[in-house]
C-alpha cells in the first residue's frame, strides 16, 4: 500500500511516494507532511512447547501455539500463570472455539499431559467433542455462582407449592419459611458474596463457632449454630444434586460436635397452676381477654399454639365433644381429632363468641398471631431508632410467676397426668407424640400405626380418658366444685 505526499514551498512542488501515513501541517502558507509507521498485527508465535517455556516471565499477555500438538496453545500472563487452552473449528458452526484445559502445574499438569489431553479430544466424534465442552461451559456458569445466589434459589424450591398425601398443595417444604430465616439470618451475612463451589468445611465451622460465641451480631446460642448447620446442611446437599451442580461435593460433613443442649424441663406446681389460672381472669392485665383464654385452653387440651389459635367454627363437633386440627398445622402433618373436656368446651364457647375462629385477635375475625400468647407472657417493648421508648409487662411478671412459654403448658398438663398414674402412652397420644409401645410395653413396627393401623376410635378414647381425669384434677388445682358424675367418670 502506498500514500502521496505533496509538499508546497515558495512555488515548490514535488512528489514522493513512501510506505507510511500521511500527516500535513500549514504554517506561514507552508504545507508539511510527517511520515508515521503503520501497527502490523502480531504473528500467532509458534513452537514446540516446553515446560520451561510456560515458566518463563513476560510483560504482557502472551499466547504460545504449540508446533507438535496443532490446535494446543498457552496463554501467559504477567502475574506468572499459564493456562492450557485447545482452539478447534466446530463442524456444526464452521466457527472457531476454544476450551480450557487446565493451569500449568509442574507436578500435576504439564505440557505433556495437556498434549495426551488435546490428543483424546481429537479423537472423540465432532458432536460428542462439542456436547462435552458445552456441559463443560454449564458446570463452569453453574460453580460461579454465589452462596446468595444459590440461597435464593434453594428458598423459590422449598416454597413451590406441590401436592400432598391429603390432597391439598401445599409448600415443598412447609417449614420453609424458619429454613429461609436461618439462610437469611446466620449464612447470607459472612458467606454470601463467596462462590459456593469455594465455600470450605473450614468456613462453615468458622461460623459455628462465632455462632457460639455470640460473635456473629447476636446472643451466644449452640441451638442457633445448630440451626444453622442444618440449614446449610440442606443447601449444600441440594446444591451438588445432579443437574444443579452447583458445588462438587457439601462442606458440611464431618464437623466438629456443639456441645449438648438440655431440653427444658419448666413445669408449673400445683400453686403456680393456680395463680395463672385466676389471675387470667383479672380485668386489669392489659393483655386482650382471649388471648388469657387460649392460654386456659393451651392447658387442659395440651394443643400447641399453631395447632389450637386458628380453630374455625367448622372442625368443631360439638355432639362428639371432639376437634378436627387438620394435618396443614400439625408438626407431623396428620390429623388431629383432639377430644374436648367439659372444661375445654366452657373456654372454647366463651372465646368464640360469635366469631368464626376461636380465638380472634383485636382486627376482625382472624385467628390470633402464633406468637401472641407467648408475647403476653413474656411482655413485649416498643423501640425507636434502636431505643426502647415503650414497654408492657407480661402476665408472668404482673402475677409474681417464674417465667415460662405455651410449650411449657403442654409439659405441665403431661406431668400432672403422669403423676396421676395415667397410661404413659395415652399421654402420649394427647401430645401427638407416636405411640410406639404397646400396652405391656414391647415396641411396635412403625410401620403398623403409619401404614396398616388407621383405627381412629380406640385412640379418641384413651386420649379422652386423660383429658377428662386431667379437667376435674384442674378443677381440683384452682378450688372449682367439681360434679359428681365427673368424678365418678375420672
Known amino acids: 500500500m502506498t500514500t502521496t505526499a505533496t509538499v508546497a514551498s515558495i512555488g515548490a512542488t514535488s512528489t514522493a511516494v513512501t510506505p507510511t501515513a500521511t500527516s500535513t501541517t500549514a504554517a506561514r502558507g507552508t504545507a508539511s507532511t510527517t511520515a508515521e509507521p503503520v501497527t502490523k498485527r502480531p504473528r500467532r508465535t509458534s513452537t514446540i512447547l516446553t515446560d520451561r517455556a510456560c515458566q518463563r516471565s513476560v510483560t504482557k499477555r502472551e499466547k504460545v501455539y504449540d508446533r507438535k500438538c496443532p490446535g494446543l496453545y498457552v496463554s501467559i500472563i504477567p502475574a506468572g500463570v499459564a493456562t492450557f487452552n485447545f482452539k478447534f473449528t466446530d463442524s456444526t458452526t464452521g466457527k472457531q472455539r476454544s476450551t480450557v484445559l487446565g493451569v500449568y502445574n509442574p507436578e500435576t499438569f504439564t505440557v505433556e499431559q495437556a498434549r495426551s489431553k488435546v490428543y483424546g479430544l481429537k479423537g472423540m466424534a465432532p458432536t460428542a467433542l462439542v456436547e462435552q465442552l458445552r456441559q463443560t461451559t454449564a458446570i463452569k456458569t453453574a460453580r460461579g455462582k454465589t452462596v446468595n445466589e444459590v440461597i435464593e434459589e434453594r428458598i423459590d424450591w422449598m416454597n413451590t407449592l406441590v401436592l400432598k398425601k391429603d390432597g391439598e398443595k ?137 395447632e389450637m389459635l386458628p380453630i374455625h367454627r367448622d372442625e ?37 363468641g360469635n366469631y368464626d375462629f376461636a380465638f380472634t385477635g383485636r382486627f376482625g375475625n382472624a385467628p390470633l398471631a402464633r406468637l401472641a400468647m407467648s408475647g403476653a407472657l413474656t411482655g413485649t417493648k416498643v423501640t425507636k431508632n434502636g431505643k426502647r421508648v415503650a414497654r408492657t409487662p407480661g402476665i408472668c411478671e404482673l402475677l409474681g410467676l417464674a417465667p415460662f412459654t405455651p410449650h411449657d403448658l403442654r409439659r405441665t398438663a403431661a406431668t400432672m397426668c403422669g403423676e396421676l398414674g395415667l397410661s404413659e402412652g395415652s399421654i402420649a397420644l394427647c401430645l401427638d407424640h407416636q405411640a410406639n409401645k404397646d400396652e405391656n410395653g414391647k415396641p411396635l413396627p412403625a410401620v403398623t400405626r403409619k401404614v396398616y393401623n388407621r383405627a381412629t376410635r380406640i385412640v379418641v378414647t384413651k386420649k379422652r380418658e386423660v383429658l377428662e381425669r386431667w379437667a376435674v384434677e384442674l378443677r381440683r388445682i384452682i378450688g372449682e366444685p367439681v360434679a359428681d358424675d365427673l368424678r365418678m367418670a375420672a
Not at 452447583?246 to 449438648?260: G, H, I, Q
Not at 373436656?341 to 372465646?351: C, K, N, P, T
Open 170 to 306: 401445599r409448600a415443598r417444604i412447609e417449614s420453609w419459611e424458619n429454613v429461609a430465616r436461618h439462610l437469611r439470618n446466620f449464612i447470607s451475612p459472612r458467606l454470601g458474596k463467596k462462590i459456593a463451589s469455594e465455600v470450605t468445611k473450614h468456613d462453615i465451622a468458622t461460623l459455628s463457632n462465632d455462632i457460639v460465641a455470640g460473635e456473629h451480631g447476636g446472643k451466644a446460642s449452640v441451638s442457633n449454630a445448630r440451626h444453622m448447620r442444618r440449614a446449610a446442611s440442606g443447601l449444600f446437599n441440594w446444591a451438588c444434586e445432579a443437574g444443579r451442580d452447583y458445588v462438587t461435593a457439601s462442606p458440611c460433613a464431618n464437623l466438629p460436635k456443639l456441645d449438648e443442649e438440655h431440653p427444658r424441663d419448666r413445669a408449673l406446681s400445683e400453686d403456680e397452676i393456680r395463680t395463672l389460672w385466676h389471675g387470667l381472669d383479672r380485668s386489669d392485665l392489659p393483655w386482650d381477654r382471649r388471648t388469657r383464654l387460649a392460654l386456659k385452653f393451651a392447658l387442659i387440651t395440651m394443643l400447641r399454639s399453631g
Open 316 to 352: 368443631i363437633n360439638a355432639g362428639e365433644g371432639t376437634v378436627d386440627i387438620p394435618a396443614r398445622r400439625v408438626k407431623k402433618r396428620r390429623v388431629i381429632n383432639q377430644p374436648l373436656s367439659d372444661l375445654a368446651l366452657e373456654i372454647i364457647r366463651e372465646a368464640m
